[in-house]
Structure formats: structure tokens, C-alpha cells
């Protein structure tokens, strides 16, 4: 109890608790998630949920509820450069003589917001990058950036989260777990619903992420 106590104060701290710092209590340190988190293609997986999936759809593949209000069968993201992409989000479509329906977010989104997205739509098309944008925005600080189980608030709870690193579980019971939470599958209540946080898209991307992670 004495070492938890310990480990709990520095996850509270945000200071790096090292002297037991043993393979039993080993936690993920802020730095480490820090630096995980500062990638742009992260930040970016956020910014375009927020700002791009209306019209682009969720893979980037034009596919989505917008595209009915335009007339439009999809509003395909293309393979373009990256000047390209920086161009036609802060000056919107009309200044690199597409459509005239994409507009400029210039003066909305900052020029780090911008360069994030462009890092992001790089990967749009693949489940496997954007599952791995999902899980460390929203799994980490249970389940740890390596998701093996070692999240800074891993600590906190008994039994400890899942190390989804060793998981044998196959897929649709991992959609079903994140779905509707551990309560509902017989495991850790603490593990909670997703489901209307995440879209069924992003659960289904985690899922296919999380295949990459096994050991």
C-alpha cells in the first residue's frame, strides 16, 4: 500500500516516481505520453473529426452525410502533395481550382492545426492509422502508449487494465468490450462504454490497431 501510495502521488504530481519504479509497478511517465501525444498526425486525427468529417467521411473517402446536401456522390480526399492539401485547407478549394465547396479555414484553424491535419489525411485512408490516432486519444491513460497495460492511472485500479498486448481475444469481442464496457462482458466495470463517445468507425479502426500490438 505504502509503494501504490507513492506511485498515486506522483501520477497526481505529474512528477516521474522512479526509486520502485520495478517491472510490477512500472508505469507509462508523463514525458513518454508527452511525446507520444506531440505527433502530428494525432493532434491532426482530432482537429479533423472536429472540422472534416462532416463532408469527407471518417476514411477520408468522401463518403459522408454532407455530400447529400451538395449533390455530390463523395468528397474524396486525393492522393495530393502536401502543398497542395496545406493550400486548399487555408485557402479552400477555390484557390487551387477545385471546388468551390471546400472552403478556406485560414481563418479558423491555426497554422499548427493546419500542418496537423495535412499529417493526418497522409494516413486517412488506412484503419490501422486511424485506430492508432483513436486509442492514444482516448485508451492511453488506462491501457498505456504501448497498450500493455501500464497507463499512468493503471495504478489506480484492481485489477489493473487489460495488457492488450497478450490479448487472445478475437475481434468481435474486443468491438463488444469498448462497445458497451466491461460491466456488460463480465469483466472490470471500470472499463467504460464507448459506445456514442466513438462511432462505430473509429471502435472498428481501434480494433483493427489494436491486431498491430500483439506480442
Request: contains cysteine; glycine residues 10%; proline residues 5%.
Amino acid at each position: 500500500m505504502f509503494i501504490r501510495a507513492l506511485i498515486t502521488c506522483s501520477l497526481i504530481l505529474g512528477t516521474p516516481f522512479t526509486y520502485f519504479q520495478t517491472d510490477a509497478f512500472a508505469r507509462d511517465y508523463r514525458v513518454d505520453v508527452n511525446l507520444s501525444l506531440s505527433k502530428p498526425e494525432f493532434r491532426g486525427g482530432i482537429v479533423f473529426k472536429h472540422y472534416c468529417v462532416l463532408c469527407h467521411g471518417e476514411r477520408g473517402d468522401g463518403k459522408a452525410r454532407a455530400t447529400k446536401l451538395y449533390g455530390i456522390d463523395n468528397l474524396l480526399i486525393g492522393d495530393n502533395s502536401d502543398e497542395y492539401n496545406e493550400k486548399i485547407i487555408r485557402e479552400g478549394g477555390a484557390a487551387v481550382n477545385g471546388s468551390d465547396l471546400m472552403p478556406p479555414w485560414g481563418y479558423e484553424l491555426t497554422d499548427e492545426q493546419i500542418s496537423d491535419v495535412v499529417a493526418y489525411i497522409k494516413g486517412v485512408s488506412s484503419p490501422v492509422k486511424r485506430g492508432e490516432a483513436v486509442f492514444k486519444t482516448n485508451c492511453i491513460l488506462c491501457h498505456g502508449i504501448n497498450a500493455d497495460g501500464k497507463g499512468r492511472a493503471a495504478v489506480l485500479y484492481d485489477p489493473p487494465p487489460a495488457n492488450l498486448t497478450k490479448s487472445d481475444k478475437n475481434d468481435e469481442y474486443k468491438t463488444l468490450i469498448i462497445t458497451l464496457g466491461g460491466a456488460a462482458m463480465g469483466r472490470s466495470p471500470v472499463m467504460p462504454v464507448w459506445e456514442g463517445q466513438l462511432t462505430p468507425q473509429e471502435i472498428k479502426d481501434v480494433v483493427a490497431y489494436l491486431k498491430t500490438v500483439l506480442k
